[in-house]
């Protein structure tokens, strides 16, 4: 798969933040796909290369979304990212198997990292 081909799904109900991060996502080159909530993603669910979800939304939570989506045995690299950054929610998701987690606001710089290294790395497949 060339770099360009690589498409990262953006879930979060803060349309403000989800146009932020999808805009930094293709300016690195990828594909970006723009989700206001989990159900919108489940629903139109794209062959995601990285997830990035925010946690606190209407309906289905981002860690929920991440426990679901490894319950269905989905390996799919997943960014947290949430503004209530909290020892519990971190603990969460890195048992969960999300590739980083990351208080709003951040630094695009960390982000970029972050998206990097997701990406680059082998499916964990030790949490599905």
């Known amino acids: 798969m060339s770099f360009t081909d690589q498409e990262v799904c953006i879930v979060d109900d803060d349309a403000s933040v989800r146009t932020a ?18 159900e919108e993603f489940l629903d139109g669910r794209c062959a995601a290369d990285l997830v990035i979800c925010d946690v606190q939304m209407p309906g289905i939570g981002g860690l929920e979304l991440l426990e679901l989506l490894r319950a269905r045995h989905d390996p799919v690299p997943f960014i947290v990212i949430t503004a209530f950054l909290q020892d519990v929610v971190a603990r969460r998701a890195t048992a969960a198997g999300a590739s980083c987690v990351l208080g709003k606001p951040f630094q695009a710089n960390v982000l970029i990292r972050c998206i990097e290294r997701a990406l680059a790395a082998p499916p964990d497949h030790t949490h599905v």
């Open 21 to 38: 991060v999808g805009s930094l996502v293709r300016s690195l080159g990828y594909g970006a796909r723009l989700f206001a909530s989990a």
